[in-house]
């Protein structure tokens, strides 16, 4: 296990850095320094933010579904990206507060049912086979501005387990 920091999270409290016996997150970019890091939890502990996480070297596979339930969930996506988008137009084009304020409450709860269904469709997680593949697929982009460096790096680091 090792200690993450989600920077926008981080209230700048730093008790981390009193508990931690190694130092490791003490660094000038505000990350867990994972060379120092033992994985002991400390950090993560004492922050009152909820800034800091325990995250595992190595995740578990993912547990294998049937391609019907596979095809059950990529329905049910592609549903409430729909209803996303007609969340989306009812939010910029309605004048009503109450209106817009619902619309965005549903469209916010329907990109999360999306992004779980995904999750449990074998996309989003980092190891998964799937998520190999669409990173493999961005080699193929053209676009100068793409961060392809990290998409190499990524490849390279992330090993499918699947």
Known sequence: ???????RLC???????????????????????????IGCGLCANACPSHAIS???????PQQKKDQNVVDA???????????????????????????????LALKKS???????????AGYMLPQSHQTHAMLGSFLKIKDPDFPMDAVKTLLKLIKPND
């Open 11 to 37: 209230t700048k409290d730093c008790l981390c850095l009193y508990v931690c016996p190694t130092g490791a997150s003490d660094t000038e970019n505000g990350q867990i320094d994972w060379e120092k890091c």
């Open 1 to 7: 296990m090792f200690a993450v920091r989600t920077i």
């Open 110 to 120: 329907n990109r999360f049912m999306s992004e779980d269904l995904y999750r449990e």
């Open 73 to 103: 969930l990529y329905a049910l996506i592609n549903h409430k990206v729909k209803q996303e988008a007609i969340l989306d137009y009812l939010w910029k084009t309605s004048d009503d507060a109450m209106t817009k304020q619902f619309a």
């Open 54 to 60: 325990m995250v595992p070297e190595k995740y578990a």
